[in-house]
Protein backbone atom coordinates (compact mmCIF):
# COMPACT_ATOMS: atom_id res chain seq x y z
CA UNK A 1 0.00 0.00 0.00
CA UNK A 2 1.49 3.40 -1.31
CA UNK A 3 1.59 5.92 1.72
CA UNK A 4 0.45 9.82 1.20
CA UNK A 5 2.87 12.57 -0.22
CA UNK A 6 2.74 15.41 2.24
CA UNK A 7 4.44 18.54 3.07
CA UNK A 8 6.87 16.91 5.41
CA UNK A 9 7.79 14.47 2.89
CA UNK A 10 8.69 16.86 0.56
CA UNK A 11 10.39 18.92 2.63
CA UNK A 12 12.61 16.75 3.92
CA UNK A 13 13.47 15.21 0.54
CA UNK A 14 14.18 18.90 -0.60
CA UNK A 15 16.54 18.94 2.09
CA UNK A 16 18.34 16.23 1.07
CA UNK A 17 18.89 18.20 -2.05
CA UNK A 18 21.17 20.72 -0.69
CA UNK A 19 23.02 17.97 1.88
CA UNK A 20 26.98 19.32 1.39
CA UNK A 21 29.69 16.72 1.06
CA UNK A 22 33.17 17.64 2.00
CA UNK A 23 36.07 16.38 -0.13
CA UNK A 24 39.93 17.28 -1.10
CA UNK A 25 41.47 17.65 -4.11
CA UNK A 26 45.39 17.65 -4.38
CA UNK A 27 47.07 20.28 -5.86
CA UNK A 28 50.62 19.46 -8.59
CA UNK A 29 52.67 19.45 -5.43
CA UNK A 30 50.38 17.21 -3.26
CA UNK A 31 49.00 19.70 -1.08
CA UNK A 32 45.43 18.68 0.47
CA UNK A 33 42.58 21.36 -0.15
CA UNK A 34 39.02 21.08 1.18
CA UNK A 35 36.00 21.78 -1.65
CA UNK A 36 32.15 21.53 -0.36
CA UNK A 37 30.07 19.88 -2.66
CA UNK A 38 26.36 19.18 -3.28
CA UNK A 39 26.43 15.59 -5.31
CA UNK A 40 22.79 15.94 -6.20
CA UNK A 41 21.27 17.91 -8.19
CA UNK A 42 18.02 20.25 -7.90
CA UNK A 43 16.18 20.39 -11.40
CA UNK A 44 16.92 24.06 -11.00
CA UNK A 45 20.96 23.81 -10.64
CA UNK A 46 20.13 22.11 -13.46
CA UNK A 47 19.03 24.27 -15.44
CA UNK A 48 21.05 27.13 -13.85
CA UNK A 49 24.14 25.44 -15.05
CA UNK A 50 22.88 25.05 -18.50
CA UNK A 51 22.09 28.79 -18.77
CA UNK A 52 25.22 29.56 -17.52
CA UNK A 53 26.76 27.99 -19.91
CA UNK A 54 24.97 28.65 -23.00
CA UNK A 55 25.65 32.02 -21.86
CA UNK A 56 29.07 32.12 -20.77
CA UNK A 57 29.74 30.52 -23.97
CA UNK A 58 27.73 33.57 -25.96
CA UNK A 59 29.68 36.14 -23.64
CA UNK A 60 32.60 34.32 -24.58
CA UNK A 61 32.22 34.52 -28.35
CA UNK A 62 31.70 38.60 -27.80
CA UNK A 63 34.73 38.85 -26.19
CA UNK A 64 36.61 37.04 -29.33
CA UNK A 65 37.51 34.23 -26.80
CA UNK A 66 35.54 31.23 -28.79
CA UNK A 67 35.58 28.24 -26.27
CA UNK A 68 37.44 25.35 -28.75
CA UNK A 69 34.86 22.46 -29.20
CA UNK A 70 36.98 19.87 -27.65
CA UNK A 71 36.97 21.70 -24.56
CA UNK A 72 33.22 22.53 -23.94
CA UNK A 73 32.35 19.31 -22.04
CA UNK A 74 35.01 20.62 -19.49
CA UNK A 75 33.79 23.95 -19.41
CA UNK A 76 29.88 22.33 -18.67
CA UNK A 77 31.38 20.38 -15.64
CA UNK A 78 33.36 23.68 -15.10
CA UNK A 79 29.44 25.28 -14.61
CA UNK A 80 28.30 22.73 -12.62
CA UNK A 81 31.09 22.96 -10.23
CA UNK A 82 30.56 26.72 -9.97
CA UNK A 83 26.99 26.27 -9.01
CA UNK A 84 27.49 22.97 -7.10
CA UNK A 85 30.30 23.48 -5.19
CA UNK A 86 31.50 26.64 -2.51
CA UNK A 87 34.47 27.29 -4.87
CA UNK A 88 35.04 30.89 -4.87
CA UNK A 89 35.14 31.50 -8.82
CA UNK A 90 35.04 35.43 -11.27
CA UNK A 91 31.47 36.44 -10.46
CA UNK A 92 30.27 39.11 -13.17
CA UNK A 93 29.02 41.72 -10.30
CA UNK A 94 32.89 42.11 -9.53
CA UNK A 95 33.94 43.47 -13.05
CA UNK A 96 32.93 46.57 -15.04
CA UNK A 97 33.14 45.45 -17.89
CA UNK A 98 31.06 42.14 -18.78
CA UNK A 99 34.09 41.56 -21.12
CA UNK A 100 36.93 41.19 -18.35
CA UNK A 101 34.62 38.73 -16.26
CA UNK A 102 34.41 36.19 -19.44
CA UNK A 103 38.27 36.42 -19.73
CA UNK A 104 38.90 36.20 -15.87
CA UNK A 105 36.32 33.25 -15.96
CA UNK A 106 38.23 31.67 -19.30
CA UNK A 107 41.66 31.96 -17.59
CA UNK A 108 40.04 30.19 -14.32
CA UNK A 109 38.07 27.63 -16.03
CA UNK A 110 41.40 26.59 -18.28
CA UNK A 111 43.43 27.16 -14.93
CA UNK A 112 41.38 24.56 -12.94
CA UNK A 113 41.72 22.36 -16.16
CA UNK A 114 45.15 22.15 -16.73
CA UNK A 115 45.92 21.87 -12.74
CA UNK A 116 43.34 18.77 -12.69
CA UNK A 117 41.13 20.24 -10.23
CA UNK A 118 38.05 19.66 -12.60
CA UNK A 119 38.46 16.02 -13.04
CA UNK A 120 38.72 15.89 -9.70
CA UNK A 121 36.21 17.66 -8.09
CA UNK A 122 33.68 15.97 -10.95
CA UNK A 123 34.71 12.31 -9.88
CA UNK A 124 32.93 13.29 -6.59
CA UNK A 125 29.56 13.71 -8.01
CA UNK A 126 27.09 11.13 -8.86
CA UNK A 127 27.12 10.27 -12.69
CA UNK A 128 23.60 10.31 -13.04
CA UNK A 129 23.17 14.25 -11.90
CA UNK A 130 26.25 15.32 -14.31
CA UNK A 131 24.25 12.95 -16.75
CA UNK A 132 20.89 15.14 -16.64
CA UNK A 133 23.24 18.44 -17.25
CA UNK A 134 24.13 16.91 -20.51
CA UNK A 135 20.88 15.20 -21.21
CA UNK A 136 19.61 18.84 -21.13
CA UNK A 137 21.91 20.49 -23.53
CA UNK A 138 21.34 17.56 -25.71
CA UNK A 139 17.88 18.38 -25.68
CA UNK A 140 18.19 21.60 -26.07
CA UNK A 141 20.93 21.02 -28.76
CA UNK A 142 17.85 19.52 -30.65
CA UNK A 143 15.05 22.13 -30.12
CA UNK A 144 17.23 25.48 -30.73
CA UNK A 145 16.36 26.14 -34.30
CA UNK A 146 15.78 30.41 -34.25
CA UNK A 147 15.34 30.40 -30.13
CA UNK A 148 17.74 32.92 -28.94
CA UNK A 149 16.48 33.52 -25.46
CA UNK A 150 17.95 30.81 -23.26
CA UNK A 151 15.21 31.11 -20.68
CA UNK A 152 12.40 30.41 -23.49
CA UNK A 153 14.25 27.69 -24.34
CA UNK A 154 14.13 26.16 -21.71
CA UNK A 155 10.31 26.84 -20.52
CA UNK A 156 9.64 25.16 -24.30
CA UNK A 157 11.78 21.85 -22.96
CA UNK A 158 10.05 21.49 -20.06
CA UNK A 159 6.89 21.55 -21.57
CA UNK A 160 7.87 19.00 -24.17
Do not use: C, H, W
Not at 110 to 125: H, K, T, V
Request: charged share 35%; aromatic share 8%.
Amino acid sequence: MSKKLNITKIRQQAKDLDELVDITVLDPEGNEYSVKLKPKFRETDVQKVVVNTIESIQGLEKADMPIATQLVPFFVIYNIIKVQTDLDTPKLKDYKKEENFYKADAEFFINMYDLGYLEQINSAFIGEEVDRVFDLIMRMDEAIGNETDVEELIKKIDKS
